[in-house]
């Protein structure tokens, strides 16, 4: 959170002017005569007449003692008020070379040193906002978050104390215990307390929405300490794992900033970046890519099309059209990336571009060409290194497409050599490996080992708090390989697991969810729970429609599943309304589905014969016993109504 409180800071710095601490304790009101010119905000459009609210001019009311009206005294009268006068004097010369010594003080060494020394000569209540600025210090240079905290804490004590027993001043406190409470919420995050750090932002959020309404309050007063609010909003929901609500606020940032910046600015160029990225994280390469062409063009624009911003927002751009499976525009985008990193020597940069331009052409099918990119990057890695570890896993990736498996597992076992020395050092790396290089053993169906990768992985996933995302999808891939090979009860604790973490993280109706509740619904099928599977795969289905549409491929085959369970349960009325929808749904996607409509006729066709075997049963199984019949006649001679006669 150091960008923050650096931005924030520069609301306690004072200008030309001279700033009393203790300003808060006597007068919080900023007029027009007294304001100061905040520093400019980088992420915030400057103002020349912007107001400080934090430590606005203060009168001083210096007492000056009236005249003694008592001339019949033995001491000299006038002898007597210049000394009293100068006491009062010295004092306040004390407290202003004090004030001055804080306010003049760089480091945060010789900022502690001065407020030591207030400490002694101002009351408790006068120092809120000395501690303030002392937390946010602390917090821009990042190395004692508990030290953070403490002052933060106290700061926010007093001016609570100062607002609650001055309520005329009340409101104008609200703006310095907003900024407060932002730092609390940063220090419990460096901290790794996130839920603490959650209440406090949402207080500080809480705080400044009110505050906007005010018309004693500027845009400029607000938005730049509301922006650092959404920023670490995103950051601590993220670190929890709530993705999807984490980027509500990275977008309010990004509004913030829209509406506060001149249009075209570098610095919307690196938000719209920021926003892209954020949307990459989770998957969702189609929102990602607006963000990330506006970026591009401000950039562009701003800077040249050589510059190196220009080149990451190429290479993120690659990796967008890279999820969104069009691989000749990400190489093309990768390929311009590379030569503006190649002009700056930005080496580390530009041999990861390459890796990441070999895997494009693998996706191509272009293995060859792969192989020889990633032979002319390995001489360029250290033997040891994480890059080194990346280019052998696209080396087995690009030879297991060509069918050489042993070559690629010694490529593998070259990878996982290097990584299980970094474990301690580098977990979240290693753990991404080796994510990656279990789909290659999936890939070559050596599911044992590609199993025991994720495990290790899921290991060190757990252990980071902001990774539970991670987690979730590593446990859903666990589960489905452990279905795979037939081992049901042990996957279903994985992907029960699984669905309630990727819920948390991407929301209840992303995609993710779906799959993992389809495998969930097998799992429990292959177990003879079909109504446990039923559940299931209505849920699945809801998902499926509302992320990806009632037509998509994924929405019909969890259809399908829906109608298998209630087959299952013998609830052939349901079973066949759900499969007519495959049927139907199959039909909408004309000849490259042919084959699957086919097979969705029979099965439609084998459950009405089913439910018409079940109708005869049911039947048969309502007519009374041959003995109860011929009872019946014995006791009945005269009645020549058959059992039939009597059911129809």
């Known amino acids: 959170m150091r960008r923050a409180s650096s931005k924030l800071l520069s609301h306690l710095q004072k200008s030309r002017t001279k700033t009393p601490v203790s300003s808060l304790s006597r007068d919080f009101a900023s007029t027009s005569d007294q304001s100061l010119a905040s520093p400019s905000k980088p992420h915030l459009k400057s103002c020349s007449k912007t107001r400080s609210l934090l430590f606005s001019r203060l009168n001083y009311h210096r007492l000056q003692a009236s005249p003694s009206q008592n001339l019949n005294t033995l001491v000299d009268p006038i002898a007597q008020n210049v000394a009293q006068m100068s006491s009062r004097q010295r004092k306040i010369k004390e407290r202003s070379d004090l004030e001055e010594a804080f306010e003049s003080a760089v480091s945060i060494d010789e900022m502690l040193r001065a407020f030591e020394d207030m400490e002694s000569c101002f009351d408790e209540k006068e120092l809120g906002l000395a501690c303030l600025k002392i937390g946010l210090k602390l917090d821009q240079e990042g190395e004692d978050p508990e030290k953070t905290l403490s002052f933060a804490q106290r700061a926010l004590r007093i001016l609570e104390d100062n607002e609650d027993s001055n309520s005329s001043s009340g409101s104008k406190l609200s703006l310095p215990v907003a900024m407060t409470l932002q730092l609390l919420g940063s220090s419990c995050f460096n901290l790794k307390r996130f839920s603490e750090s959650l209440g406090y932002l949402n207080r500080a959020n809480r705080v400044l929405n009110k505050l906007e309404g005010e018309s004693s309050y500027q845009a400029d007063d607000v938005l730049p300490i509301l922006h650092a609010v959404q920023f670490e909003l995103f950051n601590v929901k993220t670190a929890m794992g709530r993705r999807e609500e984490a980027l509500s606020h990275l977008r309010k940032a990004l509004e913030i900033k829209e509406n506060s910046l001149e249009e075209g600015s570098r610095e919307l160029g690196k938000a719209n970046r920021d926003v892209a990225e954020a949307y990459v994280a989770v998957l969702n390469f189609k929102e990602a890519l607006p963000f990330c062409l506006k970026a591009l063009e401000i950039h ?331 009872d019946f006649s014995a006791k009945n001679p005269h009645s020549g109504i058959s059992a039939m006669e009597r059911i129809s």
């Open 300 to 630: 562009k624009t701003q800077l040249g099309h050589n510059s190196v911003e220009v080149a990451y927002d190429r290479r993120l751009l690659g990796v967008i059209y890279t999820g969104l499976e069009e691989h000749e525009k990400a190489l093309e985008q990768n390929q311009l990336s590379q030569r503006v990193l190649k002009n700056w020597g930005r080496s580390s940069d530009l041999l990861r571009a390459e890796i990441d331009a070999a895997n494009m052409q693998i996706a191509l099918g272009r293995y060859e060409e792969a192989i020889n990119t990633l032979k002319g990057v390995v001489q360029q890695t250290d033997k040891e290194s994480e890059d080194r570890a990346m280019v052998f896993t696209s080396m087995a990736k690009a030879l297991c497409n060509q069918d050489k498996f042993a070559d690629a597992k010694r490529c593998l076992e070259i990878a996982c050599g290097i990584l299980e020395k970094k474990e301690r050092s580098s977990p979240l790396v290693v753990a991404e490996a080796f994510m990656e290089i279990s789909m290659q053993y999936e890939a070559m169906n050596e599911f044992e080992a590609a199993i025991s990768l994720l495990k290790r992985a899921l290991t060190m996933l757990e252990k980071q708090p902001q990774e539970q995302h991670s987690v979730g999808s590593v446990s859903a891939r666990i589960g489905w390989l452990l279905l795979l090979t037939g081992k049901v009860e042990q996957a279903i604790p994985y992907l029960e697991d699984a669905a309630e973490r990727l819920k948390e993280s991407f929301g209840s109706k992303h995609y993710g969810v779906g799959y993992v509740y389809n495998n969930l619904g097998a799992a429990y099928l292959e177990l003879d729970r079909p109504q446990s599977a039923a559940q299931v795969f209505a849920y699945a289905k809801d998902i499926m429609d509302v992320s990806l549409g009632p037509h998509h491929m994924d929405s019909i085959e969890a259809c399908q599943n829906l109608s298998k369970a209630y087959a299952a349960m013998g609830s052939y009325p349901l079973a066949i309304n759900f499969q007519e929808k495959v049927v139907e749904g199959l039909e909408g996607h004309g000849p490259s589905a042919q084959e699957e409509l086919n097979e969705a006729i029979q099965v439609l066709e084998q459950l009405k014969e089913k439910a018409s075997t079940s109708v005869s049963e049911t039947l048969m199984n309502a007519l009374p016993l041959p003995q109860e019949d011929e």
